[in-house]
């Protein structure tokens, strides 16, 4: 847990850290010798997350994280109370199944505000030297193999995190010099409550589809967790703007 491939004594924000893989990377972080700083909007799942970490020095925060003017709030306090940032996961996300006929501009500013802005926005203000750790730090940003992907119904949900595959490189970029990496983990299909929800709206053959369109099976929020483990270790000091599908074979087809 000490070499390399651990995360000890580093200090890892977490937005949606209340359920799915958001709260797994929480857990399984703070194994391997994070101190981490929940965020998410519902207290009693967070508290449910914050009693399953290992020993360490954390802290959970109840925001709305589209509540924009409120984020620089929650960096200054993880700072204060635990010290320099040194990595964030952007696991905070909406999926919407709808056709385009029925989409309309509020729910597209929906599903880019927490999709998309409130973690950009994250990355601007833990980018300011007085907040990240001046060996450097790792932003991870949960996206969608649905970035890349078409699929019916899905034009707001594929386009919010196709947008963070884009964005991600051009942030690489710009804080490559603060010795800031950027990068993008695109999940296949994950068991998590939000899947379990989607499922609930399909069909018994729509969800067999699903399944079998990933030939190793659907994926578990911790498939993901150990990604971001590697990504924000030292180990993956010389990984910038890049995006990691981990999606079972999903798009290998």
């Not at 209340?18 to 709260?23: L, M, N, T």
């Not at 729910?107 to 999709?115: L, S």
């Not at 300011?128 to 970035?147: L, N, P, T, W």
């Not at 899947?195 to 990933?214: A, Q």
């Amino acid at each position: 847990m000490n070499s390399a491939f651990g995360l000890s004594n580093k200090n890892i924000i977490i937005t949606g850290a209340s359920s799915g893989i958001g709260r797994e990377c929480a857990i399984i972080f703070s194994k391997f010798g994070a101190n981490v700083i929940l965020v998410a909007r519902n207290r009693e799942r967070l508290k449910k997350t914050f009693n399953k970490l290992s020993k360490g020095n954390h802290i959970f925060i109840i925001q709305d994280i589209t509540e924009y003017d409120k984020l620089e709030e929650i960096v200054s306090t993880a700072v204060d109370k635990i010290g320099k940032i040194s990595g964030f996961v952007h696991s905070a996300g909406v999926e919407m199944t709808l056709p385009l006929r029925s989409m309309n501009p509020s729910y597209y500013e929906n599903i880019f505000g927490i999709n998309v802005i409130s973690g950009f926005e994250f990355a601007r203000i833990i980018s300011k030297k007085k907040y990240f750790d001046e060996r450097g730090a790792s932003f991870i940003f949960i996206s969608s193999v649905m970035g890349i992907l078409g699929q019916t119904g899905k034009v707001g949900y594929c386009s919010s995190k196709g947008a963070l595959i884009s964005g991600i490189k051009a942030m690489a970029l710009e804080l490559a010099s603060k010795y800031i990496r950027v990068n993008c983990i695109l999940p296949g299909v994950v068991e998590t409550e939000m899947t379990n929800k989607m499922f609930d709206k399909f069909s018994e053959d729509s969800e067999k589809m699903t399944i079998n369109m990933h030939p190793l099976g659907l994926g578990k929020p911790s498939d993901i967790a150990y990604a971001c483990v590697y990504l924000l270790s030292d180990a993956a000091r010389w990984i910038t703007g890049t995006n990691l599908i981990i999606d079972g074979g999903y798009s290998a087809k």
